[in-house]
């Protein structure tokens, strides 16, 4: 076998998670402006997605957009002004940056734990352990 064969054989053997360019995506934000207010309809699902408490999301967006916001019926995440979708989806992947994609494998499976007085970042997959910095 040449070169080439080798390769066109290795690739086939690959899994499929190395043969994807990224396999976390986060989906948009789906909602409507409604009054003087911004109603995300699919905050449930992307909650689920980043795999982080509805709360803490809803707070940290909150914070970051300057907005009053609150969760109704579980599923949708209300603002109290108008806010345009790319800016949420932007504080969205800050916040995937900052508390869901590992500092060193970039992959989400990870969790937050408390040690001492100290948040940490700890991942599954490669087993880093990152101190998570206070939001500003």
Known sequence: MNYEELLAKAKEQLPEIAQGSQRFEIPKVKGHIQGNNTIISN???ITEKLDRPNTHIAKYLSKQLAAKAHIQKEQFL???TKIAASKINEKI?????RYVLCP???KPETKIERKGLVLVLCCKA??????IQKAE
Not at 93 to 97: E, V
Not at 126 to 131: I, S
């Open 43 to 45: 905050f449930n699902i």
């Open 78 to 80: 209300v603002f109290n």
């Open 104 to 106: 060193s494998c970039k």
């Open 93 to 97: 992947q800050s916040y995937a940056d």
């Open 126 to 131: 490669c087993g880093a352990e990152n101190t």
